[in-house]
């Protein structure tokens, strides 16, 4: 049984670029949520989206957006990257039926240079 | 929003012995609260939650207790071995969003 899978597991871009991240949940999930995992620092919700919608969002600015697909997968789109966007992306799978727990990915870590 | 502080950040105890780690949450509406372990390279790992309806569940040697009152709820590692050293998060929810306290590193010293 595949649990949550992130692609890449490492990336590095310059600032104003922009990157987009990958995640497959785990099988028999329909709900993704993503988080910012500072160096140290515990993880902070980004969004999550369920049924192709964002159903809740943290507090991130708009140049976070996101998609997700009719098998559940989903994408993460940073635009114009700044210094302080290097940290490790955790991707984060549930049920809609019944909320919690939430599974997560092992993370994309994206370096600003 | 929900705000979770964490105690201690770091956590040292010698193999066998007990570690507790503590949390607090300040929006009452919060009803669901697990805890994830996470190693080096790794992504979080859900070791137990608890939803606000129970005061205390167990598995093993890991128990999680919730004082809904206090708004604060504890980790209990029991007879803890090497492979219990690790960054411990808590985390609290009312709806979807998980807001995480900031770790503690444990130390299994042998």
Same mark, same amino acid.
């Given at each position: 049984d595949a649990g949550v899978t992130q692609s890449p597991t490492h990336l590095i871009k310059t600032r104003g670029q922009q990157v987009t991240l990958r995640c497959s949940p785990k099988s028999g999930h329909d709900t993704v949520s993503w988080y910012q995992q500072a160096l140290g620092q515990g993880p902070q919700f980004i969004f999550q989206y369920y049924e192709e919608e964002e159903r809740q969002r943290g507090n991130f600015p708009d140049r976070f957006s996101g998609h997700q697909f009719p098998n559940y997968s989903s994408e993460l789109n940073v635009n114009a990257l700044l210094l302080g966007d290097s940290a490790l992306y955790l991707c984060a799978s549930s049920l809609a039926? *019944? *909320?919690?727990?939430q599974h997560f990915g092992d993370g994309t870590r994206l370096s600003i240079l | 929003g929900e705000n979770v502080e964490q105690h201690p950040s770091t956590l040292s105890v010698q193999e066998g012995d007990s570690a507790v780690i503590k949390c607090t949450y300040s929006d009452s509406a919060s009803n669901y609260f697990p805890w994830y372990k996470q190693e080096l390279g790794k992504g979080p790992q859900l070791i137990i939650d608890i939803r606000s309806n129970v005061g205390e569940k167990k598995d093993q040697r890991i128990a999680v207790t919730l004082n809904k009152t206090a708004k604060h709820f504890s980790l209990h590692i029991t007879e803890t071995q090497p492979e219990d050293s690790a960054v411990y998060f808590c985390a609290a929810s009312i709806t979807d969003g998980l807001t995480f306290g900031k770790g503690t590193h444990l130390i299994i010293q042998p």
């Open positions: 039926t *019944g *909320g919690q727990p | -």
